[in-house]
């Protein structure tokens, strides 16, 4: 079964500083691994994607991550944080049946 | 390009009472997946069509819960009698294909008093 887990419901950071979203992985297939970004009373929007090309895997609105299978983990990052970044951010798991398993999902705020 | 459609966006009914979802998918998307969000959760999969059929229900409480995809476009869930459980928000998503990057709609709030 696979399932994933992010560590951190809330995030807090200054705008301008370094934005570190953690998530780890269970699977027992090569996963396909995706980070989503959810805006207030809107659905979910893809911010990037791991398909097993590429271990860092570049989004938009300048966020990234790196698969690390040694680690089961695909943290994501943003270099410098913009208050527009304020969201709720998933990252879900696939085995690519096409059935997404999403986490519970991490609040980051952005202080000015 | 509209992205996915649902409404209503806001629902608030009383226990033991029917509810209904509407979907418009991305125009040309073959697959519809609806998606229940619990309050602090992440959207976990209810149903997934591909075209007209339905190819994955099994995490849809078939008791109370029914949908349908007629002609292979727009969809409707709908929950009879609705419980208190039920609130939370629904999501419609809709991807070219199976396994393509899945589009999500902005959902429908349920309340059930």
């Known amino acids: 079964a696979q399932s994933v887990t992010q560590l951190g419901s809330h995030v807090s950071v200054s705008e301008g500083a370094l934005v570190l979203l953690r998530c780890n992985y269970s699977?027992?297939?090569?996963?396909?691994l995706f980070w989503y970004v959810q805006y207030p009373n809107q659905g979910l929007q893809l911010l990037l994607k791991?398909?097993?090309?590429?271990?860092l895997v570049k989004g938009i609105n300048g966020f990234e991550a790196e698969f690390k299978k040694s680690e089961t983990s695909f943290h994501l990052t943003k270099p410098s944080a913009h208050m527009s970044d304020a969201a709720e951010y998933f990252c879900?798991?696939?085995?690519?049946?096409?059935?997404?398993?999403f986490g519970t999902g991490t609040r980051l705020q952005v202080f000015p | 390009e509209a992205g996915v459609v649902q409404s209503p966006r806001y629902k608030i009914i009383e226990k033991k009472q029917p509810v209904a979802f509407w979907c418009n998918p991305i125009?040309?998307?073959?697959?519809l997946y609806w998606y229940r969000q619990n309050l602090g959760q992440g959207p976990e999969l209810l149903i997934r069509?591909?075209?007209?059929?339905?190819?994955?229900d099994s995490q849809l409480p078939k008791d109370r819960f029914s949908a349908e995809r007629l002609k292979g476009v727009d969809s409707t869930l709908k929950i009879q009698p609705a419980e208190l459980g039920d609130s939370a928000v629904y999501l419609c998503?809709?991807?070219?294909?199976?396994?393509?990057?899945?589009?999500f709609g902005p959902g429908t709030r349920l309340l059930v008093l």
């Open positions: 791991y398909t097993s090309a590429a271990t």
């Open positions: 125009s040309g998307h073959n697959t």
């Open positions: 998503a809709s991807s070219l294909a199976r396994s393509e990057t899945q589009y």
């Open positions: 699977s027992s297939v090569p996963p396909y």
């Open positions: 879900a798991v696939s085995d690519n049946t096409d059935k997404l398993i």
């Open positions: 069509y591909e075209n007209e059929e339905a190819v994955d």
